[in-house]
């Protein structure tokens, strides 16, 4: 069993995105975040690409790193937080991001896109190598912050996600849920899923990450997101 999820001590707040799922005072505190804005995108500019976690920026600021299942929809959430169409790469065919990307976002933070993992098509040497890309980036990387894991809402939990996100428990690295592609499935729907995924959760963890929900194609959840990096980014400057 995960003991005890590696939240971060300086930013409280707990499983109030997933209200859809929760009760009245969690929905309203969903409700009040909901309708702030999030911090404004003046620049997001691409630093490097690379395999190897040592040729990563040097510096102090924060990381945000999102990863996911491949054709979870990482690189158009991203495009669509950054308000860059093109700023990640966007396919129809799953498994493209390959390396590690680093976009400096108002010349604060940076916003890391990370390779997808479990795409079967690469086969097992090429699965290895972008587990050890990942992994490498995940324990290596002193200024990693956030761990965005992003999920597909549109299905059950599956294996591969839960896998992961006890192996990143086992490690004490801080991550938050992010739920993709909203917009593809009724909100009972989405209810019922996000509850699935807690249950399941439970099963293992005695303390959940925060969840978040997003649509891509509605752009939906920027703000929500947004607002709380800029939360964690604020507490570590302060």
């Known amino acids: ?7 971060f001590p300086i930013f409280p707040l707990k499983k109030v995105f997933s209200s859809v ?19 404004e995108i003046k620049n997001a500019v691409f630093v490097t690409s690379n395999t190897d976690v040592g040729k990563c920026p ?18 158009s959430l991203i495009n669509m937080i950054t308000n860059h169409k093109q700023l990640a790469m966007t396919s129809q065919k799953p498994g493209k991001t390959q390396l590690i990307n680093h976009f400096l976002i108002n010349g604060e933070w940076y916003l890391v896109d990370l390779p997808g993992y479990g795409y079967a098509q690469r086969g097992k040497t090429g699965r290895l190598t972008m587990r050890t890309i990942i992994e490498n980036y995940i324990l290596v990387r002193r200024q990693l912050t956030c761990l965005f894991v992003l999920l597909d809402c549109r299905h059950e939990p599956q294996k591969i996600d ?5 192996w990143l428990g ?13 917009d593809k499935i009724s909100k009972g729907r989405l209810a019922e899923h996000i509850e699935t995924y807690r249950n399941k959760l439970f099963e293992t963890w005695e303390k959940l990450p925060d969840m978040l929900c997003s649509s891509a194609e509605k752009k939906e959840g920027r703000d929500i997101i947004l607002s709380y990096i800029e939360k964690i980014t604020r507490m570590i400057n302060s």
């Open 1 to 7: 069993m995960v003991a005890l999820y590696a939240s």
């Open 170 to 182: 086992e490690h004490t690295i801080p991550f938050t849920i992010i739920f993709t592609k909203t």
């Open 58 to 75: 040097d510096g102090i600021q924060p990381e945000y790193a999102f990863i996911g299942r491949s054709n979870v929809g990482k690189s």
């Open 162 to 166: 839960l896998e992961f996100m006890n």
């Open 21 to 39: 799922a929760l009760g009245k005072s969690e929905f309203f505190m969903y409700v009040c975040l909901s309708i702030l804005h999030g911090m």
